[in-house]
């Protein structure tokens, strides 16, 4: 999708790096419908385009995501009032999907926090690779405290932190700033600055792309499946994956430029 089609998002694609910025500052960035399917179709895609090796999601305005789109919750129980008694669950549930597509990504994904994150931007943040966050970041999972549930968080919250902590936050409306968030590895990395954060998210996009894009893909299928199955399950598949990586274009090239002494060709070359 053009950005010239975007109505909620700008999108920035240099040198291998797709940046995509949420963008309704005037609501915090709140995730709008509009928003979880732009943001769904440019993932596709970016995931089609061999030219993007890295996906950045940040937010425009001095803040990264503040929940769903009130008004998509109003015209949805203005459909259960009339008869639709999904509506809800409908909305609900593409909230999820988005989250799911960001996971289950064969990209590295990294986000960039500031301000309020909560909703499916809170999503967002536990499913990428790299949770990169200013000092100002205040995560919230208010849901409980509203007498609703954090329903599509949930299970990514609970993958990214752990079912103690997970738990802990749910039941008291949990409110998670910067130094915190680092401490239970909500995120990965604080800065002081946004001078400091945007050099970070440089130097971990180049050391991404020092990575064989072929490799990322599997090497993220692999730990996906590593969370839910016995290593012991694990050893033949790992075993084949192994041997037909290094039997591969990327795999070859790879050994060749060790001993070569050379980057390998998926390194992008400094100009």
């Known amino acids: 999708m053009a950005e010239s089609q975007m109505k909620t998002l700008l999108l920035d694609h240099t040198a291998g790096v797709l940046t995509i910025t949420l963008n309704r500052p005037e609501v915090r960035n709140a995730m709008s419908l509009d928003?979880?399917?732009?943001?769904?179709?440019?993932?596709?895609?970016?995931?089609a385009d061999p030219t993007v090796r890295v996906v950045v999601v940040r937010g425009n305005g001095g803040?990264?995501?503040?929940?769903?789109?009130?008004?998509?919750?109003?015209?949805?129980?203005?459909?259960?009032a009339a008869g639709d008694k999904d509506a809800m669950a409908v909305v609900n549930?593409?909230?999820?999907?988005?989250?799911?597509a960001y996971a289950?990504?064969?990209?590295?994904?990294?986000?960039?926090?500031?301000?309020s994150v909560m909703g499916g931007g809170f999503g967002l943040a536990?499913?990428?690779?790299?949770?990169?966050?200013?000092?100002?970041?205040?995560f919230r999972l208010p849901e409980t405290s509203l007498?609703?549930?954090?329903?599509?968080?949930?299970?990514?919250?609970?993958?990214?932190?752990?079912?103690?902590?997970?738990k802990r936050l749910a039941v008291t409306g949990?409110?998670?700033?910067?130094?915190e968030a680092l401490a239970i590895r909500l995120v990965h990395e604080v800065h002081a600055d946004a001078e400091s954060l945007n050099a970070a998210v440089k130097q971990v996009a180049t050391r991404m792309m020092a990575c064989a894009p072929g490799a990322i893909a599997t090497t993220k299928k692999l730990l996906a499946r590593a969370r839910l199955e016995?290593?012991?399950?694990?050893?033949?598949?790992?075993?084949?994956?192994?041997?037909?990586?290094?039997?591969?274009?990327?795999?070859?090239?790879?050994?060749a430029a060790f001993m070569q002494k050379r980057q390998p060709s998926w390194v992008p070359q400094e100009s």
């Open 147 to 166: 007498g609703v549930v954090p329903a599509q968080i949930a299970p990514f919250l609970v993958e990214r932190i752990g079912y103690a902590e997970a």
């Open 63 to 80: 803040h990264f995501c503040a929940g769903g789109d009130i008004g998509d919750m109003a015209q949805a129980r203005m459909k259960m």
């Open 104 to 115: 289950r990504s064969p990209l590295p994904i990294v986000t960039v926090l500031e301000g």
């Open 126 to 138: 536990c499913v990428s690779d790299v949770t990169l966050a200013l000092n100002n970041v205040v």
């Open 174 to 179: 949990g409110k998670v700033e910067a130094s």
């Open 35 to 47: 928003m979880v399917g732009e943001l769904t179709d440019v993932l596709g895609g970016a995931e």
């Open 230 to 255: 016995e290593p012991q399950d694990l050893i033949e598949d790992a075993a084949q994956l192994f041997s037909q990586a290094i039997q591969s274009a990327e795999g070859q090239e790879g050994t």
């Open 93 to 100: 549930a593409k909230f999820g999907r988005l989250c799911l």
